[in-house]
């Protein structure tokens, strides 16, 4: 509520919001951000597809930019469930 002190209460919310939830990876595919244990970083890759959101591939990151193959699979995944 504004006036209450914690619009910046709202606006850590809204970035670690944004952290946590990317459209990056493009062509309906959106991306799931969380830190593990040990300082690893995974992604769950999803599609929303009428409706719901379907889980397409996980994966725990070794690079900076999302490998090739793992895109790859999600949207070949992504294509299965749209027929």
């Known amino acids: 509520m504004p006036g209450n ?5 709202r606006d850590a919310d809204a970035k670690e919001a944004e952290n946590l939830l990317s459209p990056r990876a493009g ?10 244990h040990g300082n690893r970083i ?3 890759i999803f ?12 994966f725990v990151k070794k690079t900076k930019k999302i ?3 793992d895109l790859t699979l999600a949207r070949r995944r992504m294509k299965e469930i749209e027929q």
Do not use: W
């Open 5 to 9: 002190g914690r619009s910046g209460d």
């Open 27 to 36: 062509q309906g595919l959106l991306e799931v951000r969380s830190t593990l």
């Open 42 to 44: 995974a992604r769950v």
């Open 47 to 58: 599609c929303i597809a009428q409706g719901r959101m379907v889980l397409l591939h996980g």
């Open 67 to 69: 490998p090739n193959e």
